[in-house]
């Protein structure tokens, strides 16, 4: 077998740059909400993606970092904080994105930020994250369109990790495992 190594390319620059923000989409219709700027300014921008440049959307209704699942039309954005962490900035909010405006819908179980999630906006999940008092935690929570339940947790608590897949079928991988906090 011959691999032939792949290139990545350049695209637009965001309107407002910004970390810890949701996304969902693809490449040629992306969605990219909430985040954060430099020092400590939370965010509830939203900016859709057309595989060239980026364009502004309607606002989040609650500013904040934010984790998220979906597509440019059906964007999910849940949990996630807007203040430091182990405070009451964390967030258990859930918001849809209709591809026009964000609306608020069933919250989580727990409350947290740095989790993980993917899937669709009818069938997503959320798991790990840091919780209140700023513990990391493995927990796990399936969404059904409208609600959250709790489901299996996690084998290994941690945060801030990569997620992809659907809500029957999902990966989280790296991120920070306590006790050590070492990157996984």
């Known amino acids: 077998n011959t691999f032939t190594a792949a290139a990545w390319s350049s695209g637009g620059n965001l309107n407002l740059a910004r970390h810890n923000a949701?996304?969902?989409?693809?490449?040629?219709?992306?969605?990219?909400?909430?985040?954060?700027?430099?020092?400590?300014?939370?965010?509830?921008?939203s900016e859709e993606y057309n595989g060239t440049s980026w364009t502004e959307g309607n606002n989040l209704g609650t500013a904040r970092m934010i984790a998220g699942a979906g597509t440019q039309t059906a964007g999910l954005g849940f949990g996630g904080t807007n203040g430091a962490p182990g405070s009451t900035g964390v967030q258990?909010?859930?918001?849809?994105?209709?591809?026009?405006?964000?609306?608020?819908?069933?919250?989580?179980?727990?409350?947290?930020?740095?989790?993980?999630?993917?899937?669709?906006?009818?069938?997503?999940?959320?798991?790990?994250?840091?919780?209140?008092?700023?513990?990391v935690n493995g927990l796990h929570e399936q969404y059904n369109g409208s609600a959250w339940s709790n489901s299996t947790a996690m084998n290994i608590d941690r945060s801030t990790m990569g997620s992809v897949g659907t809500s029957t079928a999902g990966l989280v991988f790296g991120g920070y495992i306590p006790p050590s906090y070492a990157f996984a």
Request: hydrophobic letters at 35%.
């Open 22 to 45: 949701g996304n969902a989409g693809t490449k040629t219709a992306g969605l990219f909400f909430g985040g954060k700027v430099y020092p400590n300014v939370f965010k509830n921008e």
């Open 92 to 135: 258990a909010l859930t918001e849809e994105y209709n591809g026009t405006s964000w609306s608020e819908s069933g919250d989580m179980a727990t409350a947290r930020m740095g989790l993980g999630g993917a899937g669709l906006q009818t069938a997503a999940y959320a798991a790990g994250g840091i919780g209140s008092p700023n513990a």
